[in-house]
C-alpha cells in the first residue's frame, strides 16, 4: 500500500487563464554558481532522491535533495548577502553545446555566456537582459521575452511570479515545487532552466523561448482547427517520452493540455508549467519488462538493430531522417532474441488535490477518491482527442455539466473527420474511468509505445523525427517593431 493520501488542494485552471501583472522591481542581481566543467561541456543528468507526498507539495514537505557535483569556484561578490544564490549545474547544463539540449547555437552566444560565468563578480545584473514583452500569463505568474544584451539574437522566457500574491492566495508551494523539478529535468521534451533569481519582491526563472507558440493556438490555425493524425502522432509520441521520464524520476505532471506543449524553434515540442506537479517517493525503480509482456494487440514492427526497444536515448544525436516510416512485414522471431523495455510508474502514489483544468480532468479527481500516475494518461487520451477533433470529448455548457460528463458519460467519437480504428482504440484504452484498468496505469508508457497507433514510430529516433510544423525563425527585432516601449525595463508589468 502506498502512503495516506494528503490533505485536499484546490487548484483548477480554467481556459484561458489570465492573471493581473504587478509592477516590476529593476535593482536586481543574478548570483550564479559555476560548477567544475567549463560552460562548453556537458553536465550529465543528476538522480534525485524523492520525498513521499503525503503533504501533497505543502510548504513543510520536505526539501527535495538531489546528489549534484558542484564545486563553488565563484561566489558573488555582492554587498547583499541576504539575496540568495543559486546552487545547482543548471546554468552550466543549460548552456552547454549538449545535442539534445536546445542551448544557443552560435559563436557570439557562447562566448557572451563564456564571459558572463567567468566574469570576477560572477553576477549577472537586470541591465544584462532587455525585456521584450509579455508572452503570457498563467495562474502564478506571467511569462516575459527576454534577450540578453552581450548575445544579440539569444532570447529566452522569464516567468516572473510575486511572492506577495503568491503568499496572499497559498499559491508559495508550487512556486517553489516547479522550480526543484526545472533544476532536476535533464530531456530534449523538457525546458533547461537557465537560471533563477530572486527580488524584493519578485521570483524569476529564465528558461528556453519556444517561438512556435503552444499548440492549442497552433491547433486554430490548422484547417478546421485540428490536425491530421499523423501530426497528431507525432506530438502524442513526444508527449508520451515526456511523461515517461518525469514518471521516472518520480513526478506525476497532473496538467497536460495543449496550452501547456510548446512548440520550439526546431519543431520539436517541450512540456511547461510544472507547478501542479505531484513528486513522490523513490519507490519508482526503472525495471526490465519483457516487450511482449506490454502488446496491446500486436507488438510494433519496427526496429532498431533487430529490436524493438521503446527507451527514447537521452544523449542522442539526430540524425538528418523521419522516425516514422511505412510498417514492414517481418519474420517473427524466435524467443532466443527477446527484448526488454524500462518501465518506472509511480504506482503507489496517492494524492486528494483537485488539481488540474477541468475539460482534462480525470473521473478519480473528480469524485475525490484519489488519485495517482494514471491521471497523465488520462489527460493523454483527452490531448490526443482534442489535437485531431478540435473538441474535448466530455465539455459541457458550464463547468458542473463538464464535471458531471467526466463521471456519467461514455466516450463517444464523431463522425467527421474520420479516424483510425488504432487512434480510437488508444483514446478508448486511455479514457477507461476505472483508474486501474486504464492503460499505462500499471505497465507504464511501454504498454502505451507498443499500441498500434504508435506501430510507425522509432522511438530510439524520436528526436530526429521530421516535425509537421517548424516555426519561422525569429528574432528581437521582430519583436521591437511591435513594441514601442523601453527595451530595458518592463514598465507595464
Known amino acids: ?199 524584493d519582491r519578485f521570483s524569476c526563472l529564465l528558461t528556453e523561448f519556444c517561438p512556435g507558440g503552444d499548440l492549442h493556438i497552433l491547433r486554430q490555425r490548422q484547417p478546421e482547427r485540428r490536425f491530421d493524425e499523423a501530426a497528431v502522432r507525432f506530438y502524442a509520441s513526444e508527449v508520451v517520452v515526456a511523461l515517461e521520464y518525469l514518471h521516472m524520476m518520480g513526478i506525476i505532471y497532473r496538467d497536460l493540455k495543449p496550452e501547456n506543449v510548446l512548440v520550439r524553434s526546431d519543431g520539436h515540442i517541450m512540456l511547461t508549467d510544472f507547478d501542479l506537479c505531484l513528486k513522490c517517493d523513490d519507490s519508482t525503480s526503472p525495471k526490465l519488462v519483457h516487450g511482449q509482456d506490454l502488446s496491446i494487440t500486436s507488438p510494433s514492427t519496427l526496429c532498431i538493430n533487430g529490436s524493438r526497444s521503446t527507451c527514447i536515448i537521452p544523449r542522442f544525436a539526430m540524425p538528418k531522417l523521419s522516425c516514422f516510416r511505412p510498417k514492414r512485414k517481418r519474420i517473427p522471431r524466435s524467443n532466443t532474441h527477446r527484448t526488454f523495455d524500462i518501465m518506472a510508474e509511480p504506482i503507489e502514489a496517492r494524492s486528494m488535490s483537485f488539481v488540474g483544468t477541468h475539460e482534462y480532468l480525470a473521473p478519480e479527481v473528480v469524485s475525490g477518491e484519489g488519485h495517482g500516475n494514471a491521471v497523465d494518461w488520462w489527460t493523454l487520451g483527452i490531448f490526443v482527442y482534442e489535437l485531431f477533433y478540435g473538441v474535448t470529448p466530455f465539455r459541457g455548457d458550464d463547468n458542473e455539466f463538464t464535471l458531471t460528463s467526466i463521471l456519467a458519460r461514455g466516450l463517444q467519437f464523431p463522425t467527421e473527420p474520420v479516424s483510425s480504428t488504432a487512434m480510437k482504440d488508444l483514446i478508448t484504452k486511455l479514457l477507461i474511468k476505472e483508474p486501474a484498468k486504464r492503460m499505462g496505469s500499471m505497465k507504464g508508457a511501454p504498454s502505451i509505445k507498443h499500441h498500434p497507433f504508435f506501430d510507425e514510430v522509432n522511438w530510439a529516433l524520436l528526436r530526429g523525427a521530421s516535425p509537421p510544423y517548424v516555426p519561422k525563425p525569429v528574432s528581437f527585432r521582430d519583436f521591437g517593431a511591435q513594441n514601442d516601449r523601453s527595451e530595458d525595463h518592463i514598465d507595464y508589468y
Not at 494528503?6 to 559555476?34: E, K, M, Q, W, Y
Not at 560572477?122 to 516575459?144: K, P
Open 1 to 199: 500500500m502506498g502512503p495516506s493520501p494528503g490533505p485536499i488542494d484546490i487548484a483548477l485552471v480554467c481556459r484561458p487563464t489570465s492573471i493581473s501583472p504587478p509592477p516590476f522591481i529593476n535593482s536586481t542581481f543574478f548570483h550564479f554558481i559555476t560548477t567544475s566543467n567549463p560552460p562548453h561541456t556537458t553536465v550529465v543528468c543528476r538522480s534525485a532522491t524523492m520525498h513521499t507526498a503525503t503533504d501533497d507539495n505543502s510548504p513543510s514537505a520536505r526539501s527535495l535533495g538531489s546528489s549534484t557535483t558542484t564545486d563553488r569556484l565563484k561566489h558573488s561578490s555582492s554587498s547583499r548577502s541576504e539575496s540568495p544564490t543559486w546552487a545547482t549545474a543548471n546554468l552550466n547544463r543549460s548552456f552547454s553545446l549538449s545535442h539534445h539540449a536546445p542551448p544557443p547555437t552560435t559563436t557570439t552566444t557562447k562566448d557572451a555566456i563564456r564571459r558572463l560565468v567567468k566574469a570576477s563578480a560572477a553576477t549577472l545584473s537586470l541591465d544584462e537582459l532587455r525585456f521584450v514583452q509579455r508572452l503570457g500569463s498563467g495562474d502564478i505568474g506571467s511569462v516575459y521575452l527576454v534577450e540578453l544584451k552581450c548575445a544579440e539574437g539569444f532570447m529566452m522566457a522569464a516567468k516572473v511570479m510575486d511572492k506577495e500574491e503568491l503568499m496572499k492566495r497559498d499559491k508559495e508551494s508550487r512556486a517553489k515545487i516547479e522550480l526543484e523539478i526545472l533544476q532536476m529535468l535533464d530531456h530534449p521534451f523538457l525546458p533547461s532552466l537557465y537560471a533563477s533569481l530572486e527580488v
